[in-house]
């Protein structure tokens, strides 16, 4: 009996520390390791993706032609395209291509008084949030009246 109850108690504690070892191995302690490393790598990575991505935006932006810089500047080209300037844009708004010759017909004035008190609605939200300085709107009806030559 009393070898019995020894080999039962040794069995007991090789049993104990065999599953304490391969749970501390195969368990917690290196599986953290390998979590933070992995999330040190996506950082890494989306880092990488930023820069990308500012490249990209960089890029468009060098890709609008010099006449239609005075529209890019006053940011029109987030709603207007301008076809006949080769300046692609937003299509909210119609393409401003003939803008110089058929406003006054479409909105009763002239360009220029137009940009400065708009008579459509979405226009003057836009102008009355960034208003226009006399000489940006002179460089956007320079560029307008070129456009629409462009487009004879
Ligand atoms: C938030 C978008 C938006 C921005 C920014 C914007 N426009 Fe417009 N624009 C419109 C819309 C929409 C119309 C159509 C008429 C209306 O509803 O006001 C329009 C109409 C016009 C028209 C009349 C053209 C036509 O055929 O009816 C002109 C000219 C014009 N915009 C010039 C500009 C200029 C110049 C700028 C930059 C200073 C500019 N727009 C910025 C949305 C915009």
Known sequence: MKKNGII???AFL???????FIFSSGGDAPEKDTST???????KKDDASDEETAKEDSSDEATVPAEAEALQANN??????VESLGAEGGASGPDLSDAYKNVKGKHGKE???FLQEP???VMS????GNPLSDEEREQIVEAL???SENNE
């Open 8 to 10: 039962f108690v040794i």
């Open 14 to 20: 090789v049993a104990f520390a065999g599953g304490y």
């Open 37 to 43: 490393a992995t999330s040190e790598k996506q950082d």
């Open 76 to 81: 029109c080209l987030s709603c207007h395209a």
């Open 111 to 113: 360009l220029d008084e």
């Open 119 to 121: 008579t459509s609605q």
């Open 125 to 128: 939200g836009v102008i009355e």
């Open 145 to 147: 009246k070129k456009a």
